[in-house]
């Protein structure tokens, strides 16, 4: 009875529970004296987040399937790897805007600890396809080591963890009211070292969709103009619904960018990497 952790209906359940308390924990970490007793919960290296872009639809950058690659390549490294058949946060509140039956996918030992009923175990060959079809569905990729899956999953050791999430901008527990946020929350969802966002002023006509769309609000108007701020966590989104796509994403090679995010997962968890 101790070899898996909680059924998928048990996990439901207490998500649902909990949803409220931790939204109004994300609201009020940023809050004076509040933020002190909140903040400890988002501290590293207990909570980490990647962003990686591997949205399809991201236009005109030529290099659009890099992300996937990158991605494709980590899974290709990784022993054992478990993925959910149903987004929790995404079949928790019913989403009509991506499909919730693309799930999370777990990395390291301690996922062989999730129930079977969440999904199953996966080779490297399914994981790629898994990751393929996140990024038609238009989703980001957040790679985290956040303590919450282990206390949900039970997947424990914390240290053999990490999962993959499949983020939208409605409906995901780690996208969703972070546009004022304390700092550790801040700390906790970082960009992918050499990812970078610009502005191609030449087209931009000032509009203002991407500061309105930037679920950090790491963009702000200017003069009529938008200006990506140091909280950007290139993840893409921006540039994915500018109109006049006049947001730009770059990208180093891929060697540098799989370096890059091994060495950050490493730091906080041994998946066999």
Not at 110 to 120: F, Q, R
Not at 138 to 146: E, K, Q, R, Y
Request: glycine fraction near 6%; include cysteine; aromatic fraction near 8%.
């Amino acid at each position: 009875m101790f070899r898996y952790g909680p059924s998928k209906l048990f996990v439901k359940i207490a998500v649902a529970l909990s949803w409220p308390i931790m939204i109004v924990a994300k609201r009020l970490s940023a809050y004076p004296i509040v933020k002190h007793i909140i903040n400890p919960f988002f501290k590293y290296p207990y909570n980490e987040v990647t962003a990686v872009p591997i949205n399809v639809a991201i236009a005109p950058v030529k290099s659009v399937t890099l992300p996937v690659q990158v991605l494709s390549q980590l899974v290709a490294n990784v022993q054992h790897i478990f993925i959910l058949d149903e987004c929790i946060c995404r079949g928790l509140l019913h989403c009509s805007n991506h499909p919730s039956t693309i799930g999370c996918m777990a990395l390291g030992k301690a996922a062989l600890k999730i129930h079977p009923s969440h999904g199953h175990i996966a080779t490297q060959e399914e994981a790629i396809v898994h990751i393929q079809n996140a990024a038609q569905a238009g989703l980001v990729a957040s790679v985290a080591h956040v303590w919450i899956d282990p206390v949900a999953f039970w997947s424990v050791p914390f240290n053999k963890l990490m999962f993959i999430c499949f983020c939208d901008d409605c409906c995901c527990l780690y996208r969703t009211h972070m546009k004022k946020r304390g700092e550790n929350l801040n700390k906790a969802y970082k960009k992918l070292p050499g990812v970078e966002v610009s502005i191609n002023y030449d087209e931009c006509n000032g509009c203002g969709v991407c500061a309105d769309r930037c679920f950090v609000a790491a963009i702000q108007m200017k003069d009529g103009l938008p200006v990506i701020g140091q909280d950007c966590k290139g993840c893409g989104r921006c540039v994915q619904v500018c109109p006049q796509h006049a947001v730009e994403i770059h990208f180093e090679d891929k060697d540098t960018l799989v370096a890059n995010l091994v060495e950050r997962i490493n730091k906080v968890a041994d998946i066999g990497l």
